[in-house]
């Protein structure tokens, strides 16, 4: 079965320190990444998604087929980036539904 | 562009009762998704409809149903309700399936007393 694992639930960082999510997944098929994102008291939102390879509010992430893997990164955290961070892959052979990770809370102190 | 419409936001029930949560999808999208967002469960999948036929269901009882209307909004019921279906429950549309990008509503609140 698909599995993805978040292993941070609580990530603390310093505003302009750089962060990294990590997202590993287990998989029997071809998966399409996404990172979703939910800032406080706001809907559930995409962040990125791995085909377009977008760089979006400074994030990126890298996708490793030899780790399954699809951490994301940003270089200088801002204050504005807390929010809780999921990863959520979807399997084409599983008619699309996202399989979301546990999720990890960001939090970037002054 | 109006987004994903929940309603009602909070639904108050007791066990053995019956729940519907709607959902508007946006203009265009023919996919909607519902997930379960328990405490201490993560977000899970319950059901897919698309062209208004059931495409696809998580790991629920079957009391967990739906339907999705000609206009393409959609109706999640619960049936027979008990105290671990209370969670927030997010819809979810797409224009391209599988694999497109899931646009989330704002959740109805479910609390089962």
């Known amino acids: 079965a698909q599995r993805v694992t978040q292993p941070e639930k609580l990530l603390s960082v310093f505003k302009g320190a750089p962060v990294e999510l990590k997202c590993n997944y287990s998989?029997?098929?071809?998966?399409?990444l996404f990172w979703y994102v939910q800032y406080s008291r706001q809907r559930l939102q995409l962040l990125l998604r791995?085909?377009s390879r977008e760089s979006i509010k400074g994030f990126t992430a890298d996708l490793n087929k030899g780790e399954t893997s699809f951490h994301l990164k940003k270089p200088f955290a801002q204050e504005e980036d807390s929010a809780m961070y999921y990863c959520?892959?979807?399997?084409?052979?599983?008619?699309?539904?996202?399989?979301f990770g546990q999720g990890t809370e960001l939090s970037v102190k002054p | 562009e109006a987004g994903v419409t929940q309603s009602p936001t909070h639904l108050i029930k007791t066990r053995g009762q019956q729940a519907t949560l709607r959902c508007s999808p946006i203009?265009?999208?023919?996919?909607v998704y519902w997930y379960q967002q328990a405490l201490g469960l993560g977000l899970q999948f319950l059901l897919w409809?698309?062209?208004?036929?059931?495409?696809n269901r998580g790991n629920f009882p079957p009391r967990f149903s739906g339907r999705q209307f000609p206009n393409y909004s959609s109706e999640l019921n619960v049936n027979a309700l008990e105290l671990e279906d209370s969670a927030l429950y997010l819809c979810?549309?797409?224009?391209?399936?599988?694999?497109?990008?899931?646009?989330f509503g704002p959740g109805t609140r479910l609390l089962v007393l």
């Open positions: 203009s265009g999208h023919t996919s």
């Open positions: 791995h085909i």
């Open positions: 959520a892959p979807t399997f084409y052979n599983q008619g699309g539904k996202l399989i």
């Open positions: 409809y698309d062209e208004g036929e059931e495409r």
């Open positions: 998989y029997s098929g071809s998966p399409e």
């Open positions: 979810a549309s797409s224009l391209i399936v599988p694999g497109g990008t899931q646009y």
